[in-house]
Each structure stands twice: as structure tokens, then as C-alpha cells.
């Protein structure tokens, strides 16, 4: 895939978006791959979330797109490994409130495995309905 980029977009619309909601600054992130390597759900995810940086730093937000930000179970290991303190799940976070404005959902609150509502955690559930419910 050849992706053309757009000075004006490293500093553009998108990633001030991202940078306003999570309150972190993307450029911090120095893609060293530690928050992928520590992720209990990189396995599920389409993209790493060192992968998911990247595009966005480069202003790139087909990023918006990807499963990776709604699996994210902001368990904060990336966050314990990043040498340069990079909150992440609040980037994905981020990323799920742009999704979720632009009127896209990856979490529907019927479509929810009732035998996975009987053995989860009441909180889990709930913060993942929270962030997916239209």
C-alpha cells in the first residue's frame, strides 16, 4: 500500500482531534513496539497498537476504521511499559469517540453474548457498552 503524505496533515484537523480528547501528544510516541509486545489482546486486534500510532501520527484517520481501538480493554500495560509515558487507551479511547461521532458503532448492546453477560465482570460489560452503545 503506497501512502502519500500531506505536510499540512502532520499537523492537521485529525491528529489535533485526537491530541484534544486524549489529552496526549502523539509525536511522544517513538514506535518502539513495547505497548504491542505487553497487549493481553494483540492476538484479536487487526492492527498493533503501535500500529494504530503511526497512521495517526502521519494524520492518516483510516485508522478510525480498524477493530484495535474497540478491543482495547485499557488495562494500562502499555501504558506501565512505554519509555516515553504514552497513555495509550486514552488514544483508543480517543479514537472510539471520533468513530462514534462520524456515527459508526462496533458495539451493539443486542448483539452482546448473553452467556458472556452471565460470567463477566459487571464492569467490563458495562464500559464496553459505554463505549460502543449508538
Do not use: Y
Not at 517513538?30 to 493481553?40: H, K, T
Amino acid at each position: 500500500m503506497r501512502v502519500v503524505l500531506d505536510p499540512l496533515a502532520l499537523h492537521g484537523a485529525f491528529i489535533r482531534e485526537i491530541e484534544a480528547i486524549s489529552e496526549q501528544n502523539l509525536l511522544a510516541c517513538n514506535q518502539c513496539g513495547r505497548c504491542s509486545a505487553g497487549c493481553p489482546l494483540v492476538e484479536e486486534m487487526d492492527l498493533l497498537p503501535n500500529q494504530i500510532i503511526r497512521p495517526a501520527q502521519l494524520g492518516l484517520d483510516t485508522v478510525v476504521d480498524s477493530t484495535s481501538p474497540w478491543l482495547c480493554a485499557a488495562c494500562l500495560m502499555c501504558e506501565a511499559r512505554c519509555p516515553k509515558g504514552v497513555d495509550l487507551p486514552r488514544i483508543m479511547d480517543a479514537l472510539r469517540q471520533i468513530a462514534l461521532r462520524r456515527g459508526e458503532s462496533r458495539v451493539v448492546a443486542g448483539d452482546v453474548d448473553p452467556a458472556l453477560l452471565a460470567g463477566a465482570p459487571q464492569m467490563a460489560i458495562v464500559g464496553a457498552l459505554r463505549r460502543g452503545e449508538k
